[in-house]
C-alpha cells in the first residue's frame, strides 16, 4: 500500500517538492557556511520521494551542543518557512477526503523541516 501511495505522492507534487529541497541544498552547497545546510536540504529533498511508510527517527546524538545550534539556525534561516508550507500544503490537502493521508505525510514531514539535524525519515 505504500508502494501505491508513494507513486501517487510523487505524480501529486512529491517530486516537484523533493526536487525544490534538492535544489536548494545544491546552491546552499556552493558557498563553505552553507554546506552543512545544504546536506540536511538535499537529505529533506530525498525523504520527502518517498515518505509513506517510513516515520521520523532521532538518531543518538540528535540533541549535542552542535546539532542543536544548527537547528537554531535552521529554523530561523529557512524551517520555519518550510514547515508554514507543510502545513499550507496539509491544510489544502485535508479539505477532501482523498487527501488525507497526503495531508498527513505533509504533518509527519514537519518535525524533520524544523529540526534536520539529527534526525532522518527510515
Known sequence: MSLLGNILWLI??????????????????LTVVG??????????????FAPFGKEVV????????LRVLFNIIWIILFGWE????????????????????FALQHIKLIP???LPFGRELR
Do not use: D, R, W
Open 12 to 29: 501529486f507534487g512529491g517530486l516537484v517538492a523533493g526536487l525544490g529541497y534538492i535544489i536548494g541544498g545544491l546552491l546552499l552547497c
Open 35 to 48: 554546506i552543512p545546510f545544504g546536506l540536511q536540504s538535499i537529505k529533506l529533498g530525498v525523504a520527502t
Open 58 to 65: 532521532e538518531g543518538n546524538q540528535a540533541n549535542s551542543p
Open 82 to 101: 518550510i514547515v508554514v508550507a507543510h502545513l499550507f500544503s496539509a491544510g489544502l490537502l485535508a479539505i477532501t477526503v482523498v487527501g488525507i493521508p
Open 112 to 114: 524533520l523541516a524544523l
